[in-house]
């Protein structure tokens, strides 16, 4: 089949396109560069040989996830016993651990175990095959993989019905480049830690007027995609934790909140975190209410992490985005990217190594079967340099497939928020926002609340707390209106509530590094309710 | 999202030994998880149950949860409860059908101070004596936390023991897959009969979509509840709709169709004498609104009526989490968020709603969800949640009703504010306070929406959509399906790019008529609710149309014009 496609070559590249190509070249010379691309070697290249008494989990083992024996284990053993042409076997498992108290009351803790196997049959018709599963008994996965395997597919019509041998023959190159995601404190931690660290947060409690409750949340996951010959396997794992507090007079008149995250359980301290949140909530002891408007915005880091992570799906090729000109209709066509559109004191970018985040360095979840993702600088200097695909999309196109941003950072700046305060004639400083939404895709516009109150700033001072708002501004327009960065650091989301729609917007969310930012010009378009 | 394709599945017992002795066992359940589907095939003879093997024995889903039970507690549990099931759901869509097949379990125990929640899929006894032992070690790490923090005693319950089984009349299992598929494409298309007419001149067409869902499920807990259900819910959705299929473009109209509700029952819900003549009126009213001129909306305030679609939308995001008691009295300030009726011990007995505003648990055989017992095994109850505007009730649980109840002064006892029966479960999940099924009572007087658009004057008329709020529940966005202009009582024009955005606090209150009966819509909503971790329950909320005051117009999401 002959197909009119772009070719669409990234950064120092020309933009290219070819009127007439076959598909099948396309791919061809699409795979070619993607294999040479920048991948260092890694040392998960060999398959063992399938031992179903490996793939029942050892149960005195401290560790909850899959080890990689185990996984390479039970995808030889799926491989083995599934029947028909497949482009490989992916296991992702995931481990969360949660406790949360409120002082005076009781712990409550609960576990999540979620162990899946997936392998697509047909990925031109985009017919996935896969069961979820937590147990690992060889006959019972035997017996089920094999009526999986031998179930009939739905019926489809059309181009996306026929299944494309190249795109089913896909490689994956041998080799993804290290990161560092795993630290076996955390995993430790999920035994053993949740009851000291439930202390921890409500013990600064104790003699104050102050409500609290405080939450504990740990992650473990591991993911291994084995190739059908067993050439290539894409494999890793990380932990997560996060330690959030909010603080709360007992009529709701003020309330102040203060998480931390960070994949090293270690690094977190949870009784800083409560005394940040009973400090939060003191700055707001009796607020009153602001006049909506326009302000000098002084958004803390957490509040500037929430746009960026709101912004993500912009990113992608596919998506109404203020990236897309109005003449861009389709993927492939001419975009922003190469114009400055955001103050050049901003850059953003996503790198799996980031140490202080970092994120798989392959498409993990939300149906992703171990392709590589690479490092990426969306934003340099305030310029568009790239866009976010996925797979099937960068297959299509000729584009190599890069995960949205939802792992990103922002750069930072020298001043600190005492400064940007002392900096301010007449301001609103936010804590973190609620609720925020893209509400028109073109412009970036977003709405939202401010959340747990706001400080009102004058003439370089704090002068009073006051009540929160509902915003109504682009972020994609803020940041063409910075003033001052401050040091990133790593945010906390809080234990978010799962999105139905997006796995990878499951808790723990990707680690998103963001510095505290102020702008002008920021729209408090209303008054809210909500303390 | 690739969706899943099919996987068929068979479910075996696994073979035990001594603590199952005297209990017949075949092979080890099967993994059993979301999304495990049988495709049917779209014709035969064959009733649907014969596709996906027998149903599993109740009672050796009793002796596995008595076996959980009795290892927590033999493993230092102070007090256990276990919800297990196993569940079979069948969706229908025109001439498709799947079948579901899920099991799952949730144990809850109580050591020394702390409560932990364990999950799972796996109904074997291995699994289950493990977990409930993984579930007492994880409470006894966290005992470090309780400090001098005593575990607030649960309410007193009735110990219960029996079985139930939820009014059906035909079961959907039993039924042929000609006999499904031949309703749904029945209600597809339609270029025969009534609505012929229609379809020649208005591009209107209806589509069904049915979910039945069997579960056998059991109760125990070690105080010596032990029950067990037999419940079967039906999702009915039919939607009269209107695209250009020819052309293949066009705007998309639909309105749902207020007669195919979500309830209790089986197969007999689908042949309702006056589906299909309430299907037909409302197709028409679809065409008629979509003869209207368009315009696009003004920022600004305006007085809105709500159909009841949109109501129980409203209903079921911003009043029912706020009547959550661990919400209200501040336990999920740092994960789901507060409560616009806290603190509890003031708001009860306090007018915070339109007096007009009455909500009540449905305890009718036939409503969604419909069981004897609740899934904390407390008999299911009916109390009202707000009487006149007046909040009677909050949605407590066995851990939440004591700390309501315990500060109150004598003369306080007025039957408000002790509600227990409503906890509710998904298969596999944390419970949580939310009740299956909740209605609010409409207008005794005739009242329809035609009436309720004159009453309003010069507003707006909202149909079908979503709500969304904050977490705190202050605010709420409305998305309306169709908006519509009302001039002097009279639809003028469609309007599109706007969505409401409103204060609950004072929005609600502004409520100043409601519809009658014939206004009634019941919607069935999944709300992710709060647990540790993150649950999502499935309610049905029935509301009639409703007239509010003073609602922000603001832009939605650009549309193409």
Sequence with gaps: ?531 | MHPLSNVSRRRFLQQSSVAMAGVALGPSLDISRENTTVRLPTRSTRAVGTFIGPVCDPETLRTLATTAIEAAVHAGAEWADLRLGDQRTLATLGSQADVTLRCGYSLRVRVQGAETIVTGADLTQNTLVAAARSAVATANALRSATGDNAMRPLAPVPVVRGEWHAPMVIDPFAVSINEHVAVGESDDGQYDGPLSRIARTGWGRLRSSWRWERETRVFASSEGSLVTQHLCSVDAQMLAYSWDWRAQRGEWFELAVPSVVACSGGFEVVVHPDRYARAVTRLEELLRYKALPRTRFEIGRQNVVLDGGLHAQLIGEVALPALSLNRALGNEIDIAGTSILAPPETMLGQRFFSPILTLAIDHSPSRFGAAAWDDEGVATTAEPLIANGVVTNYLSSRATLPALTAGRASGQESGAGRMLGIVSAELGATPVEMPRAVTMTSASTPCSLSQLAATLGTGLLACGGVVGTDPNGYGAYLYPEMLFEVRHGTLTRRVFGARFMVSAKRFLPTLSAIGDATTQQTVLRTIIASGVPWTATEHAVTAPAGLYHDVDIVPRFMEQA
């Excluded at chain 1, 179930?151 to 494309?164: F, R, S």
């Excluded at chain 1, 041998?165 to 480049?177: G, H, I, N, V």
């Excluded at chain 1, 003449?327 to 400055?340: A, P």
């Design chain 1, 1 to 531: 089949m002959t197909l009119n496609v772009h070719i669409d070559r990234h950064v120092g590249d020309a933009i290219a396109s070819s009127p007439t190509i076959s598909r099948r070249q396309l791919l061809r010379e699409f795979l070619a560069r993607r294999a040479s691309g920048d991948y260092p070697l890694s040392d998960h290249t060999t398959a063992p040989a399938s031992d179903e008494s490996r793939i029942v989990p050892d149960p005195s083992a401290p560790r909850r996830v899959i080890t990689h024996d185990e996984a390479m284990a039970l995808a030889e053993f799926v491989r083995e016993v599934t029947e028909g042409k497949f482009t490989g076997v992916a296991i992702a498992h995931a481990v969360t651990a949660v406790a949360t108290q409120r002082v005076g009351n009781a712990p409550r803790s609960g576990d999540a175990d979620e162990l899946e196997l997936r392998w697509p049959t047909r990925l031109g018709n985009m017919v996935n095959v896969g069961i979820s599963t937590n147990v690992r008994d060889p006959d019972t996965l035997r017996r089920v993989i094999h009526r999986a395997a031998a179930t009939k597919a739905p019926p489809m019509t059309g181009p996306l019905a026929e299944e494309d041998p190249d795109l089913a023959d896909a490689p994956r190159p041998a080799t993804y480049m290290p990161v560092s995601l795993w630290y076996p404190s955390t995993s430790t931690a999920m035994t053993t830690e949740r009851g000291t660290a439930l202390a921890q947060l409500t013990a600064p409690f104790h003699g104050t007027a102050w409500h609290g409750v405080g939450t504990v949340a740990m992650s473990a996951k591991a993911f291994l995609y084995l190739s059908p010959d067993g050439s290539t396997t894409a494999w890793g794992d990380a932990t997560d934790a996060e330690v959030s507090m909010t603080a709360r007079a007992a009529d709701g008149s003020a309330a102040g909140w203060s998480g931390r995250a960070h994949r090293d359980w270690r690094q977190l301290h949870p009784a800083d975190v409560a005394q940040a949140a009973i400090a939060a909530a003191e700055q707001q002891r009796n607020p009153s209410r602001a006049e909506p408007g326009r302000y000098t915005a002084i958004l803390s880091a957490t509040a500037v992490g929430q746009l960026l992570h709101a912004m993500a799906g912009s990113f992608n090729v596919a998506r109404q985005s203020p990236f897309n000109l109005p003449t861009t209709k389709e993927v492939g066509q001419k975009d922003r990217r190469g114009e400055r559109l955001f103050d050049p004191r901003v850059t953003l970018s996503s790198d799996p190594t980031d140490p202080d985040g970092g994120d798989w360095p392959f498409f993990y979840g939300d149906g992703g079967m171990g392709e590589p993702n690479p490092k990426s600088i969306w934003v340099e200097h305030g310029v568009l340099k790239l866009r976010s695909v996925d797979v099937g999309t960068g297959l299509q196109y000729g584009m190599i497939p890069r995960k949205d941003p939802l792992a990103m950072r922002m750069n930072g700046g020298p001043t600190s928020v005492a400064e940007m305060i002392a900096n301010c004639e007449r301001g609103i400083y936010v804590h973190r926002f609620a609720n925020l939404e893209v509400i028109d895709g073109l412009s970036g516009a977003m709405s939202g609340y401010t959340r747990d109150g706001c400080l009102f700033i004058q003439n370089g001072k704090i002068v009073r707390p006051v009540k929160d708002f509902r915003i109504f501004e682009s972020p994609f327009l803020s940041l063409n209106r910075v003033l001052a960065l401050g040091t990133p650091e790593r945010i906390a989301f809080g234990f978010t509530p799962p999105n139905p729609y997006r796995r990878e917007q499951h808790w723990p969310l990707p680690p998103v590094i963001a510095p505290p930012l102020m702008v002008s010009d920021f729209n408090f378009a209303a008054l809210a309710d909500n303390v």
